[in-house]
């Protein structure tokens, strides 16, 4: 199984390039924050709990995140593998994850990071809330929380890959073709 956890802050570009991947890999994608969004608009339990975390830039508890992320993976037969789009978060996410893809016999291949800069960042969050109807692309408040929640708990996870030679960079700025070509050519040489 090919499974990549493409990683990056907010506004790098995961969810477009993450479309790319399934099409020309047969991946399947799994976004924790679309699992999220779509629990929401259900108004189920889990989306209730999770908008409360969310509408504030807030990590939405491990604990959650976690088993709704194993659930998801055991929902899937014969999969080729997956593209892990927004998780693992924190380092409690990354070890949970290696220990439940071991006990179903399969491992993070790679982890690939989309590096951006942070006004750019910024200024793609911000075209994106025109269009998203994303409650938390709309508030600088709150994407300044996500930036800032993310260079404290969530860029440290990189380390966690590293020291067992996953974790490859990329150039997270271009155009969306430009990074795609940078992604097909990476993993085509994993
Ligand atoms: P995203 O669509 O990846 O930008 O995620 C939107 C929001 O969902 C984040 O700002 C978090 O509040 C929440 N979220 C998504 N993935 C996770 C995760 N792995 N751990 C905790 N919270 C998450």
Redesign the pocket.
């Known amino acids: 199984m090919l499974n990549i956890v493409l990683f990056g802050p ?1 506004g790098a570009g ?2 477009t390039q993450s479309e790319k991947l399934i099409e020309k890999y047969g991946l399947i994608h799994l ?4 699992i ?2 779509a629990n929401m608009k259900g108004e189920t339990e889990l989306g209730m709990l ?1 908008k409360s ?2 509408d504030k ?6 604990e959650v ?1 976690i088993n709704m ?1 194993k659930a998801e993976v055991l929902k899937r037969d014969n999969p080729n593998g997956f593209i892990f ?6 380092n409690a ?1 990354a070890k949970a994850l290696d220990q439940f893809l071991a006990e179903i016999g399969t491992s993070i291949t790679s982890m690939i990071s989309l590096d951006v800069e942070e006004e750019e960042l910024k200024m793609r969050l911000a075209n994106r809330a025109k269009d998203s109807g994303r409650l ?1 692309d709309a508030d600088p408040k709150v994407i300044q929380n ?1 930036i800032d ?1 993310y260079l404290r708990e969530t860029s440290p996870v990189k380390e966690f890959y590293a020291a067992q030679n996953k974790w490859i960079k990329i150039d997270g700025f271009g155009t969306i073709d430009d990074i795609t070509k940078r992604l097909f050519d990476t993993i085509d040489a994993l």
């Open positions: 907010p995961k969810g976004s924790t924050g679309d999220f969004r999770a975390y969310i830039g807030q990590l939405v508890p491990d995140t992320l789009d927004g998780f693992p978060r924190t996410q938390d996500r929640v």
